[in-house]
């Protein structure tokens, strides 16, 4: 027997076990996402004779910030179904479920994992909105002048604020800030409070063996590459790849769409702020 709908206090233990299923991702970030973003009704859920088999999460990520307005904002997340039962309509039917919750209220973002999900939004009204620029670096060793200090995920989000408020961007829920803090400290990372060369910036690092990640860098133009060494090296890694808002150009890739376009604006290259993997699966 099967049954759509949306999840109910309880399903937690089988929805992990499927997003271990679909994705296997570590323990950590799944109960991350539960202990910090989740609640009863974030998931769309298929059930097949009671056992869940395929899920999509819509919560929400925070506030669009554009033109003076603040617009609530969900991310739709982890779309993924069971290996065992894919191919048999269950994700498709759990994204309709997900996209026309999505369409209540507010706008919906989601971060599409290649140029196929980016067209087959795109024939749903989706727009791509969202650019980053990505680059990855040696440390080369040249001298740096600055400071790193890890900072609480209040503390984080406060600067984040202060230095994006010109920024078309989103307005990360604490919740969404608290989920990130916990993915970098389990790798050994952190949030940072980063001076360079006397400009404030901000961070989010993970590591990966001898590299630093760094998922989220705000900083002025021009200083992306400074920022990104000193948190290298405060972290004792010799490489580093580092995620910034686009330049003034607009230069930068696709990183994520919304549901409505925005209002004009002079901001050319919109934050949507850390990367949120689209995991899915083709469930035809």
């Given at each position: 027997?099967?049954?759509?709908?949306?999840?109910?206090?309880?399903?937690?233990?089988?929805?992990?076990?499927?997003?271990?299923?679909?994705?296997?991702?570590?323990?950590?970030?799944?109960d991350g996402f539960f202990e910090t973003l989740y609640a009863p009704g974030t998931a769309s859920v298929c059930l097949l004779n009671g056992?869940?088999?395929?899920?999509?999460?819509?919560?929400?990520?925070?506030?669009?910030?554009?033109?003076?307005?603040?617009?609530?904002?969900k991310l739709l997340y982890a779309w993924g179904t069971d290996p065992a039962f894919r191919g048999r309509g269950f994700g498709k039917r759990v994204l309709e479920n997900a996209l026309e919750r999505a369409a209540v209220s507010g706008?919906?973002?989601l971060c599409p994992g290649s140029p196929a999900f980016f067209d087959r939004f795109r024939?749903?009204?989706?727009?791509?909105?969202f650019y980053a620029r990505e680059e990855r670096r040696d440390d080369d060793g040249r001298p740096l002048s600055g400071t790193v200090t890890r900072v609480t995920v209040r503390g984080y989000a406060a600067l984040r604020e202060e230095l994006l408020h010109r920024?078309?961007?989103?307005?990360?829920?604490?919740?969404?800030?608290?989920?990130?803090?916990?993915?970098?400290?389990?790798?050994?990372?952190?949030?940072?409070?980063?001076?360079?060369?006397?400009?404030?910036c901000c961070a989010a690092a993970?590591?990966?063996?001898?590299?630093?990640?760094?998922?989220?860098l705000i900083v002025p133009a021009g200083r992306e590459d400074d920022a990104a060494a000193l948190v290298c090296r405060?972290?004792?890694r010799k490489k580093y790849t580092?995620?910034?808002?686009?330049?003034?150009?607009?230069?930068?890739?696709?990183?994520?769409?919304?549901s409505a376009p925005l209002p004009p604006s002079p901001d050319p290259a919109p934050w949507l702020g850390f990367d949120w993997p689209w995991q899915n699966f083709t469930d035809k």
């Open positions: 027997m099967e049954e759509l709908r949306t999840s109910r206090p309880g399903d937690e233990p089988a929805l992990k076990a499927l997003w271990k299923t679909a994705f296997g991702d570590a323990d950590e970030v799944i056992r869940p088999v395929s899920a999509a999460y819509l919560f929400r990520l925070g506030d669009l910030v554009c033109d003076g307005r603040w617009t609530p904002c706008v919906t973002a024939d749903r009204g989706f727009r791509t909105t920024r078309t961007h989103i307005d990360l829920d604490i919740r969404a800030v608290e989920y990130r803090d916990r993915l970098c400290r389990a790798s050994g990372g952190g949030l940072f409070y980063v001076v360079a060369d006397g400009a404030r993970e590591l990966a063996g001898d590299e630093a990640l760094i998922r989220e405060a972290l004792r580092f995620r910034a808002p686009a330049g003034e150009t607009g230069a930068g890739a696709p990183s994520a769409m919304l």
